[in-house]
């Protein structure tokens, strides 16, 4: 074999070689680039989910803040609304005229069933008004019912005033009642609230 026939071979084989080389980089960069798309693809899929899930979970938060705000405001307007009718009550017992008024104090005292020395103390206004009337009827119902030689003068009026808007306080030797309108009211909302709110509001309140 010649010289140059020789050259021609290894040239030849060379760029057989080089072909081959070629393809077989251009195939695995085909390769390499089909798992990088691929690769890119589950990458943005999952941040895509992980976007769509983190977007539910503040949707989610953001419903149920939503909601609790407004049961809160329900909350608070349905107490207002409680709160409006025991203050109209409050209202009605403090305008009473004054005769109705000393029968109403009259009836709570006369179911305490005094046995012993008591002093009544009212509101100032009320002390001026009525006390010394209402210790007087107390006084005398008790009379036509007391054994003879026994005093029926159980009831004082007390020097001394209570600040209450109405009503009154009884302070005994071994105990004091509070019958103020404020402390009657207070328990009177707290028998009657949950019966009422139901009445107004239905059972779903």
Do not use: C
């Not at 009259?106 to 009320?126: C, K, Q, T, V």
């Not at 009827?137 to 036509?144: D, F, G, L, P, V």
């Not at 007390?158 to 207070?186: C, M, N, Q, W, Y």
Request: proline fraction near 3%.
């Amino acid at each position: 074999m010649t010289l140059g026939r020789i050259k021609a071979h290894i040239l030849e084989q060379a760029k057989t070689e080089a072909e081959r080389l070629i393809e077989g980089t251009r195939e695995g960069l085909k390769l390499r680039l089909s798992r990088a798309r691929a690769s890119l693809g589950e990458e943005m899929e999952g941040r895509l989910a992980a976007l769509d899930q983190k977007l539910q979970e503040e949707n989610a938060f953001a419903l149920s803040r939503l909601r609790a705000q407004n049961h809160l405001k329900l909350l608070e307007l349905k107490n207002q609304i409680v709160e409006g009718i025991f203050h109209r009550v409050l209202e009605h017992l403090l305008s009473l005229p004054t005769q109705e008024y000393l029968e109403l104090l009259e009836g709570w005292l006369n179911r305490l069933e005094l046995r012993e020395r008591a002093y009544l103390r009212l509101s100032p206004e009320d002390t001026n008004r009525i006390g010394e009337e209402l210790v007087n009827r107390i006084n005398s119902s008790r009379k036509a019912g007391a054994p003879p030689g026994v005093s029926s003068e159980v009831l004082f009026l007390d020097t001394d005033t209570a600040p209450i808007k109405g009503g009154f306080v009884l302070r005994t030797r071994k105990f004091e009642i509070d019958h103020s309108v404020e402390t009657f009211l207070k328990q009177l909302k707290e028998d009657l609230t949950p019966k009422l709110a139901e009445e107004l509001f239905g059972s779903n309140q």
